[in-house]
Every structure is written in C-alpha cells, then in structure tokens.
C-alpha cells in the first residue's frame, strides 16, 4: 500500500471511530484537517475547516500523524483546543482601532513626499472618514463599508480597487 493509500485508509478507520479529523497528504507532507475555531486576533466569528502543518513527511511521519490527529480531535471535543499549542504564534500587536490605522496610514503617506493637501482629502480622508474610527479595524468593518457604496463609483474604488483594502487586511 501506498502512502496515500495509507492517508485514505486511516481517514476510513477515523470516520469509523467517530473522530473528525482528517489527515491531507499534499506532496509528501502531511496535514491535519478539522473545523476549528477561528484564530486569535482574527476577525472571523465561527469555526471553519482548516489545516494544520504536521511537518511530517512520509510513510515515517503517518504514525506519528495518526497520533497527533487523534490528540487534535480530542482537544476540540473537549473544548481544550488553544492554537498556541498547535504551532500558531498569535499576532504580538493587539488589533488596531480604525482611526489608529487611519493616522499611521496618513503619515505614511505623507512621508513618500510631494503630496498635495487636496489629494489627501478627495482621494483619501473622504473615504475614511466614513468608517466607524472607534471601532477595531477588521475585514467586516471594511467590507460592510464597500458594500454599503454604490459599485463603480470613486469610494468604492478607494476602499477596494487601489489596495487600500489589502493595507487594511495586513495591518
């Protein structure tokens, strides 16, 4: 039997126990594949299907695989799941409030050097002044706002089409 033979059938026997969890053979490396709950700091709200990195490769790594899904599954039924424990470093830097991310956003701007006052305010600051400034900065945030402008217009294009919404993303 092959490895990825062996991946399937070890998918097989955990469906049979009732666990699930998945195992993934892409190339040679090895994943597990379960919902889980959504990373720290992120903005989303429910779990998804996610996968986890084994760093194991190979016939020689799928025992020690088998051994890590079963612990994974048991984490996430008994509510003990932290991804810290799984390899996931959380972000250090607290998310961020909009009007924050406003401001470093701004004076970064700014420092590119010869910009007009009038720039900053059609282009930029008429857009972002719409957003809730208090509010901490999340994809939501931003897509509710894009979605709540009219399509082909110039707010829409700022908060989108210019990467504005990927800055914000990787705030």
Same mark, same amino acid.
């Given at each position: 039997?092959?490895?990825?033979? *062996? !991946?399937?059938?070890?998918?097989?026997?955990?469906?049979?126990?009732?666990? *699930? !969890?998945?195992? /993934?053979?892409?190339? %040679?490396?090895?994943? =597990?594949?379960?919902?889980?709950? +959504?990373?720290?700091?992120?903005?989303?709200?429910? +779990?998804?299907?996610?996968r986890?990195?084994?760093?194991?490769?190979?016939?020689?790594?799928?025992?020690?695989? &088998?051994?890590?899904?079963?612990?994974?599954?048991?984490?996430?039924?008994?509510? *003990?799941?932290?991804?810290?424990?799984?390899g996931? /470093?959380?972000?250090? /830097? +607290? =998310?961020? &409030? #909009?009007?924050?991310?406003?401001?470093?956003?701004?004076?970064?701007?700014?420092?590119?050097?010869?910009?007009?006052?009038?720039?900053?305010?059609?282009?930029?600051?008429? #857009?972002?002044?719409?957003?809730?400034? %208090?509010?901490?900065l999340?994809?939501?945030?931003i897509?509710?706002?894009? $979605?709540?402008?009219? +399509?082909?217009?110039?707010?829409?294009? %700022?908060? $989108?089409?210019?990467? #504005?919404?990927?800055?914000?993303?990787? $705030?």
């Amino acid at each position: 039997m092959n490895l990825s033979e *062996r !991946v399937q059938a070890s998918n097989t026997e955990f469906s049979a126990r009732g666990l *699930r !969890v998945r195992l /993934e053979l892409r190339g %040679q490396s090895l994943y =597990l594949r379960r919902m889980l709950p +959504p990373k720290p700091n992120s903005s989303a709200v429910r +779990p998804s299907q996610q996968r986890i990195a084994t760093g194991l490769r190979g016939e020689a790594g799928l025992r020690v695989a &088998k051994k890590r899904a079963e612990l994974l599954d048991a984490e996430c039924d008994t509510n *003990r799941f932290r991804w810290e424990n799984w390899g996931w /470093e959380p972000l250090q /830097e +607290p =998310l961020k &409030k #909009v009007g924050d991310w406003v401001q470093a956003f701004e004076a970064q701007w700014r420092a590119k050097g010869n910009r007009a006052e009038v720039t900053w305010n059609r282009d930029y600051w008429e #857009v972002f002044k719409r957003l809730p400034q %208090q509010a901490l900065l999340t994809d939501t945030i931003i897509l509710d706002r894009i $979605h709540a402008t009219n +399509p082909r217009t110039k707010t829409r294009s %700022q908060l $989108h089409g210019t990467g #504005v919404f990927n800055q914000i993303r990787g $705030h």
